[in-house]
């Protein structure tokens, strides 16, 4: 009423209603703006399809979900599974939600590798921004996609109500800062329990050293028969020796850093998670994938010895007796082809890059063209050499929650 009064002696008329708060306005405003970027979230830039009003470098097309499903199957093959953690060797989790979940192929795949240990009735869920996922109940997966912004938290789902969360290749999506810090923590809300990630910028192994095995036999194991490297903290890494593949992480490394994204997670994963003290079991895998032959490979087989991952343990040489018998000193054909398919990931990963890649290099199209030519043949032409010890580094990491008593 002394409001009404007030306005009246003003002149103000007193049937108006006051003018809504500025933060009111502001929510009003983005919550518009969320509702038009979920009912069409897409948008066509360089010829490609784009997340629209995100900071998401990468195109959304069949391409390059191609390209990240091939990563995911690299990363299966080097950790051994769809799961790292051991807490989930014997008893499944009953729920999982799959954070950015694109195509949910990794959640395929998680449903097969507990399926084939017997377990059937696990339930995943499929979070993402864009509704990129088929169907998967017609695969015989218990599916439910839901569609969400994973930068908006709180994410719709009640506290616990998820036995595992998988955050996986989020590097590219999360801006460091608070936006990242926030997610972490409705994660942890939810429970988490695994994150998965790659790095975009490349570095390389040590040219004359190979590092040294995993203490751990089954880690260990693993990368003996997949010609990888188990790589453990501090590890020694060089910038990458050939010159393009320089270049490139050099360009990938500012484009990002313009868009405050990270271009070597693997380095940075481990330091956050340890900061969470509502994780506990913390775990790790770090995997360098080579690119092609290194160095003391090459001398191995000049020498006629058996190729390892650079250490003659019983499982290297024992893996290969076969080999040995037929004479044969080189890699196995899926070790040779797991090396090529990460490194045409790399290269796929560039050409979807490639409209901030010509602004980080200042090329024009032309440029261009003639730089990515040269970067082909110098690659893919294995007469060259122009690969020594270039090597895709991936990550897996894991933190159980502690139990809160009742």
């Not at 590890?235 to 994204?261: C, G, M, Y």
């Not at 079991?281 to 092609?292: S, T």
């Amino acid at each position: 009423m002394e409001n009404l009064v007030a306005r009246a002696a003003t002149g103000s008329s007193a049937t108006s209603l006051p003018p809504p708060s500025q933060s009111k306005m502001q929510r009003t405003l983005s919550e518009q703006q969320n509702h038009d970027l979920l009912s069409n979230p897409f948008e066509l830039r360089h010829g490609r399809r784009y997340l629209r009003d995100v900071p998401y470098p990468l195109p959304c097309d069949l391409a390059e979900t191609q390209r990240q499903n091939l990563r995911t199957l690299l990363m299966i093959s080097v950790f051994g599974g769809a799961v790292c953690s051991p807490k989930w060797d014997n008893e499944p989790p009953k729920r999982v939600l799959e954070v950015g979940c694109g195509s949910g192929y990794w959640s395929a795949m998680c449903h097969d590798h507990f399926a084939a240990k017997g377990f059937h009735d696990i339930e995943f869920v499929g979070m993402d921004i864009a509704p990129l996922a088929p169907n998967l109940n017609k695969q015989g997966v218990k599916w439910k996609f839901v569609q969400h912004d994973v930068r908006k938290t709180p994410w719709p789902f009640d506290d616990g109500e998820f036995d595992m969360v998988m955050m996986k290749d989020l590097s590219l999506l999360l801006t460091i800062g608070q936006t990242s810090e926030k997610i972490l923590l409705d994660s942890i809300r939810l429970v988490r329990e695994g994150v998965w990630d790659s790095d975009s910028a490349l570095r390389s192994l040590m040219p004359d050293t190979p590092p040294p095995p995993s203490k751990n036999l089954k880690v260990q194991e693993i990368a003996e028969e997949t010609a990888t490297f188990a790589v453990g903290p501090g590890h020694p890494f060089v910038p990458a020796q050939n010159k393009f593949i320089h270049k490139a992480s050099q360009w990938i490394t500012e484009a990002l850093d313009r868009r405050k994204l990270h271009s070597i997670p693997c380095v940075r994963i481990a330091q956050v998670m340890l900061q969470e003290t509502d994780l506990i079991e913390h775990g790790q895998r770090r995997v360098a994938i080579p690119l092609g032959e290194l160095r003391w490979e090459r001398k191995a087989s000049q020498q006629k010895r058996p190729l390892s991952n650079g250490h003659d343990s019983p499982m290297s040489t024992g893996s290969r007796d076969q080999g040995l018998k037929n004479g044969d000193y080189a890699l196995t054909p899926e070790q040779a082809a797991l090396r090529q398919t990460a490194l045409m990931t790399f290269l796929q990963m560039i050409e979807s890059m490639e409209p901030i890649l010509k602004e980080a290099s200042g090329k024009n199209a032309e440029e261009w063209s003639h730089w990515w030519a040269n970067m082909m043949s110098s690659l893919l032409d294995p007469t060259k050499g122009g690969l020594t010890g270039e090597c895709l580094e991936l990550g897996a990491w894991w933190g159980t929650k502690i139990a809160v008593e009742e």
